[in-house]
């Protein structure tokens, strides 16, 4: 059983950024594909980012790709979501995903999901 706790969100202007961290429970963490999702109000929840454990690729969503990175500190079982000139469509619930397994690309057969953290971005 994994547990999962974003944090680092907020309400911002357009143009900030921020940091949104994911940290887990289990000695595992590092073996573990780690995925990021946002759901903004009235729409699904979609694919932002993800991470392979296995060997260090990253995904991102095309509407994010230049403004969003992850990256992940196993030592301290984060994992990490820069998000730099924030727009108000950036507004939504983020949640972190982890998976024991290699999960490539927009996928959302994750295992474990953390309760999310709200971003509100204002003009």
């Known amino acids: 059983q994994v547990q999962l706790v974003e944090s680092g969100g907020g309400l911002v202007q357009a143009g900030d950024s921020l940091r949104l961290s994911c940290t887990g429970s289990g000695r595992t963490f590092s073996r573990y594909t780690m995925g990021w999702f946002r759901q903004a109000p009235g729409k699904e929840r979609e694919f932002v980012a993800s991470?392979?454990?296995?060997?260090?690729?990253?995904y991102y969503a095309d509407s994010v790709k230049g403004r969003f990175t992850i990256s992940r500190d196993n030592a301290k079982s984060t994992v990490y979501l820069q998000i730099n000139e924030l727009k108000p469509e950036d507004t939504a619930v983020y949640y972190c995903a982890a998976d024991p397994g290699i999960i490539r690309g927009p996928r959302n057969e994750y295992r474990y999901w953390g309760q999310g953290t709200q971003v509100t971005v204002s003009l």
């Open positions: 991470h392979i454990w296995s060997d260090g690729a990253t």
